[in-house]
């Protein structure tokens, strides 16, 4: 990281820490904050943790999640905590409309150093001090990173390991993509910590409520759609689904990545109606970008095979935007009869 002698001197005393993370948090978003939070307690400061909006229960094991802020709910018994951060964390997201009022509240910090650490493509140039990797299979791997950066040499604690082993997990599904050499050693590292890893795997993947399954199947034989000459499947979830199965936050997690396992599908988009807004997830093989789809046309970004967006108005629309852009990214061919 340019700058780490800095930041090291930075941390050599006692400082008030606001560590932050991007809208509906999920597991590396989680874990990466959680386990920098932990050790930079463990190194004296006074650290607090928040998202503008609230995280899925599969994440409830996570050591210390229930000091985690929601700031769309604790914004006013937060902000006193805020006024008085010397340093500011933006962990795995890299532009601050991802932190909705969050965002404005930091940038009003006038003596604060912000520090990003995260894998996103585009950062924005936000921060005084960054660990921008869009190589690093997540935020957690790069968490890792600063933690040696740091020089502290404190152990890492198994608590800090399971954290970090959260964000791995949930960002590489389980170690199938995102995977670089640094992503193995980083895990290795966190095992060797005592961690009992199966028991994580179980506790994010083996633990779909019935209703989450049954939800995943209407979605898959109810609900999708395939454009097979331009090799994409779609799902879209409408606000009566919404009802129907009392979706719940968290609850359509993966269901995206299920259409990718069919072999002539190479682009996989899911868009739901939620209350205020039109929500596409995307996901891509090889060499097509969804993050480029995001970026243009859904205002959002992400990854080039993950990426995300979102849009006020109306489902029909999102859903029409899509198909129309479609044809840019994604040659059209010949389908045999
Ligand atoms: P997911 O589809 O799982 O919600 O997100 C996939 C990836 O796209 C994640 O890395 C996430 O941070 C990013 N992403 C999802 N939604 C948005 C969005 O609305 N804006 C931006 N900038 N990135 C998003
Ligand atoms: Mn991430």
Do not use: W
């Amino acid at each position: 990281m340019e700058g780490i002698q800095e930041v090291r001197d930075l941390l050599r005393i006692s400082k008030n820490i606001l560590i932050t993370s991007h809208r509906n948090p999920d597991g590396d978003a989680l874990g990466s904050s959680l386990a920098l939070s932990l050790y930079l307690q463990e190194m004296g400061h006074n650290v607090k943790v928040a998202a503008p909006s609230e995280y899925p229960s599969t994440f409830t094991y996570l050591p210390q999640i229930k000091s985690f802020f929601i700031y769309d709910v604790h914004n006013e018994e937060l902000d006193p905590f805020i006024d008085t951060c010397d340093v500011v964390f933006a962990l795995d997201f890299n532009a601050l409309d991802r932190i909705d009022r969050l965002g404005a509240k930091i940038a009003s910090l006038k003596d604060a150093k912000i520090i990003m650490i995260d894998h996103h493509l585009d950062p924005e140039p936000f921060y005084d001090y960054g660990l921008s990797e869009t190589t690093a299979s997540s935020t957690a791997e790069l968490v890792y990173e600063f933690i040696k950066q740091l020089e502290f040499r404190a152990p890492i604690s198994m608590e800090v390991a399971t954290c970090i082993m959260t964000g791995l997990i949930t960002d590489t599904g389980s170690f199938k993509y995102n995977t670089r050499p640094e992503t193995f050693t980083c895990a290795a590292a966190m095992q060797a910590t005592g961690i009992n890893v199966k028991e994580i795997q179980d506790l994010i993947f083996n633990s779909m409520k019935v209703k989450q399954m049954k939800l995943l199947a209407h979605a898959l034989y109810k609900r999708m759609e395939i454009l097979e000459e331009y090799r994409t499947a779609l799902i879209v979830l409408n606000k009566y689904d919404y009802q129907n199965f009392d979706i719940q936050r968290g609850d359509t997690e993966g269901i995206v990545n299920y259409m990718l396992m069919m072999k002539d599908i190479e682009l996989a988009a899911f868009i739901t109606q939620q209350p205020q807004i039109v929500k596409i997830s995307m996901r891509s093989k090889g060499d097509i970008s969804v993050q480029e789809i995001a970026r243009n046309h859904f205002r959002g970004g992400g990854h080039k095979n993950a990426a995300g967006g979102a849009q006020y108005g109306s489902l029909t629309k999102v859903i029409e935007k899509f198909k129309e852009v479609l044809p840019q990214y994604m040659e059209k061919r010949e389908v045999q009869k």
